[in-house]
């Protein structure tokens, strides 16, 4: 497998990021790839947030979240998907498909051996984080949920999406920083820059490219099942305490989408609807941390 690694001198300059780099090598197929996470907090804490991002972003989209779980008192650990971030990229885009994501994720919860997990979800965070507690449900206790949605393939993908993926496909050497700086207005330029430094060219942005392409768009779609299973579980089984914020400016994941996803989950309260946001939530993301602990209490 041929597999690229960003140099780490594009990450010595990241405003308001001065989180180290923790390095884990996964078992099985991955054995060889180097996976990357932020690991902030005591460990002894009682609650993890594990915080999963989306596309195209990576662990600095938290940058705004973690301060304000850490000085509650809780452990913060936000994973790179492959393809994304710190963790390594491989070339071929093939490799990324739903359970190659998936199972890294599950991989990575085992090595860590994380417990009472908080969720914390957007985009393919979502996709695929909310697809893991039925299968470790011992694992998982609240869900912070932001923009995001399952791909249960048997309901018709929005307009939004359709067009964010006709577009995707065709600008395979994506402007990630330009794109999230048009979708968050407020963001500086170095900031801008940061959501960038993980590609340094167009090279290692296959996990970018592949990542609209493989969302679940019929019944039969790698995930699909999966996902359908999940939903179950969701709607049926879960207990534990959720909350939601939506980005009222989403075209994409908006509120439609979120009122379906608030439908599934049993016990979900009315969401939080963050007017000035958009997709990328995280980017006004202190608001949401501060207002999802005080719906936890604590």
């Not at 739903?98 to 990575?108: E, K, L, N």
Request: charged share 25%; with cysteine.
């Amino acid at each position: 497998m041929e597999v690229l690694r960003t140099p780490e001198e594009r990450f010595s300059h990241l405003p308001d990021y001065p989180f180290k780099p923790h390095y884990h090598e996964l078992p099985g197929e991955y054995e060889g790839l180097r996976f990357h996470c932020i690991d902030e907090g005591p460990h002894e804490a009682e609650h993890i947030f594990l915080c999963l991002h989306g596309e195209p972003t990576w662990g600095y989209l938290y940058r705004k979240m973690i301060p304000v779980f850490i000085q509650a008192g809780h452990r913060v650990v936000a994973p790179d998907f492959f393809g994304f971030g710190r963790s390594d990229k491989p070339v071929d885009e093939a490799v990324y498909t739903f359970d190659f994501h998936r199972m890294s994720i599950a991989a990575f919860i085992e090595r860590l051996d994380l417990r009472n997990i908080t969720l914390v979800c957007q985009d393919w965070g979502g996709l695929i984080g909310l697809t893991l507690p039925m299968d470790m449900p011992d694992r998982f206790s609240r869900f912070l949920i932001m923009n995001t949605m399952l791909g249960t393939g048997d309901e018709p993908l929005s307009k939004g999406f359709l067009a964010w993926r006709t577009w995707n496909n065709k600008h395979p050497d994506m402007a990630v920083g330009k794109l999230i700086g048009r979708a968050c207005p407020h963001l500086s330029e170095a900031e801008c820059a940061a959501h960038d430094a993980p590609f340094p060219d167009a090279t290692y942005k296959a996990g970018v490219r592949r990542f609209p392409n493989i969302v679940p768009d019929r019944v039969d779609a790698p995930g699909a099942p999966i996902s359908r299973r999940a939903r179950i579980w969701l709607r049926a089984i879960w207990a534990g305490q959720t909350f939601m914020a939506v980005g009222i400016r989403d075209p994409v994941l908006g509120p439609p989408v979120m009122d379906r996803l608030k439908e599934i989950i049993r016990g979900c309260p009315e969401p939080y609807e963050m007017h000035e946001a958009g997709h990328f939530v995280q980017e006004w993301g202190r608001e949401v941390a501060e207002r999802a602990l005080e719906s936890f209490e604590g």
